[in-house]
């Protein structure tokens, strides 16, 4: 069974903190993402990484960078974070090989920045 | 770059009755179309997918529908339960011959299946 975990559930910060959402999967996957879920919206890229130290970006990266150390672990990074950073932040994973991969979602991160 | 829409944002059905949700897509080289469905509080999860060389795919009381000439597909379920209430996903792939395929999803259609 797949599993991925976030580090936080819930999570406050004050506009300009530097905020870190790590992210652990424990099923080998070579595929790593960070969503950004706002209502209306659905689920937005961030960054993904498609192997360790590697990483691009997705369609909204402004205010965000990613880091990649080890396979299981994707870690995001807001720099100084702002209030329209304020969302639900969604972590997924899934292999590599066969086309067509299912994604595998964490809990999520609901961030609020005051 | 691909862009996916989906219609309606919001549905509600009574108990019993089918509930459809429709998406489009812009790129005709799509060619994967998941489907992922998410309770209230919990993390989104694949329901069903179709591939564009499939114009139909059914799994018990939920079936996929694929018209790639129009660029259109949805989501059908039947005989629907206060369990299926959610939000649901639609998203479209470009099967890369790289190790990524790109998921774009659509924005989500909250539906909610009256006792």
């Known amino acids: 069974d797949v599993k991925v975990t976030q580090s936080s559930r819930y999570l406050v910060k004050r506009t300009g903190e530097k905020v870190f959402l790590e992210c652990v999967q424990d099923?080998?996957?070579?595929?790593m993402f960070w969503y950004r879920q706002d209502p209306g919206l659905g689920l937005r890229l961030i960054y993904f990484s498609y192997d360790v130290k590697m990483k691009e970006k997705g369609d909204i990266p402004e205010g965000y960078s990613v880091s990649r150390e080890k396979k299981e672990r994707f870690s995001l990074i807001l720099e100084s974070a702002s209030t329209n950073q304020t969302s639900m932040y969604l972590c997924a994973s899934s292999s590599q090989g066969a086309s067509y991969n299912e994604q595998f979602f964490g809990p999520g991160t609901r961030l609020t920045v005051l | 770059g691909e862009n996916v829409e989906q219609h309606p944002s919001t549905l509600s059905v009574q108990e019993g009755d089918s509930a459809v949700i429709k998406c489009t897509y812009s790129d005709s080289a799509s060619n994967y179309f998941p489907w992922y469905k998410q309770e209230l509080g919990k993390r989104p999860q694949l329901i069903i997918d179709?591939?564009?060389?499939?114009g139909e795919k059914k799994d018990q009381r939920i079936a996929v529908t694929l018209n790639k000439t129009a660029k259109h597909f949805s989501l059908h379920i039947t005989e629907t339960q206060p369990e299926d209430s959610a939000v649901y996903f639609c998203a479209a792939s470009i099967g890369l011959k790289t190790s990524y395929d790109k998921v774009i999803f659509g924005p989500g259609t909250s539906l909610s299946v009256i006792p």
């Open positions: 179709i591939r564009s060389n499939v």
């Open positions: 099923m080998d996957h070579e595929n």
